[in-house]
Structure formats: structure tokens, C-alpha cells
């Protein structure tokens, strides 16, 4: 995937094509959870990936925008970097 802006990713996530991109580039156990998650919700995955980013860019608590900036500037492609980061703290067991 090459590097794109946050805000563009955040924009085109609920695109089929842009979230299986970001799909793929996650590990397999993290896309299966998510995929099991949009299920469940009776939901493509691609808006269920676009509404879970858009619900933490909305409402994400300061600490977990902390680690997240802290994350994404250490990055190579910071806007994939940031959504693969949502997205697995998304169906990770808190």
C-alpha cells in the first residue's frame, strides 16, 4: 500500500478496495477479528473499519492518543500506521 494521509485513509476507509488494503497489510488473527466484529454487527467490513476509526478519531481518550501519536511518528506510512493501530486496539481484549 503505498503512503497516504491520515485523513485521506480516514476519508476512503469505507471504500471495499482501500479497507481490504488495510485489511491485508494487519495480521491475519487481528483482519479475522475485525471481519468477525462487522459480522456480528451485520456490516460490510469496510464501513465497520471506517465507523470503528472515525468512533476513536471522535472519541479516543488523551492517553490512547498519546501512544498512538507516539506510534505513528515513528512510521514510515504514519496514516496506515495510525489506522492499523485503531483498528487492532478495536478487537483486542481490553
Same mark, same amino acid.
Given at each position: 500500500?503505498?503512503?497516504?494521509?491520515?485523513?485521506?485513509?480516514?476519508?476512503?476507509?469505507?471504500?471495499?478496495?482501500?479497507?481490504?488494503?488495510?485489511?491485508?497489510?494487519l495480521?491475519?488473527?487481528?483482519?479475522?477479528?475485525? +471481519?468477525?466484529?462487522?459480522?456480528a454487527?451485520?456490516?460490510?467490513?469496510?464501513?465497520?473499519?471506517?465507523?470503528?476509526?472515525?468512533?476513536?478519531? +471522535?472519541?479516543?481518550?488523551?492517553?490512547?492518543?498519546?501512544?498512538l501519536?507516539?506510534?505513528?511518528?515513528?512510521?514510515?506510512?504514519?496514516g496506515?500506521?495510525?489506522?492499523?493501530?485503531?483498528?487492532?486496539?478495536?478487537?483486542?481484549?481490553?
Amino acid at each position: 500500500m503505498n503512503a497516504i494521509t491520515l485523513g485521506d485513509l480516514i476519508a476512503h476507509l469505507d471504500r471495499p478496495g482501500v479497507a481490504a488494503g488495510v485489511l491485508a497489510s494487519l495480521d491475519p488473527d487481528i483482519r479475522g477479528r475485525i +471481519e468477525q466484529r462487522a459480522a456480528a454487527a451485520s456490516m460490510e467490513v469496510a464501513d465497520f473499519a471506517a465507523g470503528a476509526v472515525r468512533e476513536f478519531i +471522535e472519541h479516543g481518550d488523551d492517553e490512547l492518543w498519546f501512544q498512538l501519536l507516539t506510534m505513528i511518528r515513528k512510521s514510515d506510512d504514519p496514516g496506515l500506521a495510525a489506522v492499523q493501530t485503531i483498528l487492532t486496539w478495536v478487537v483486542t481484549e481490553k
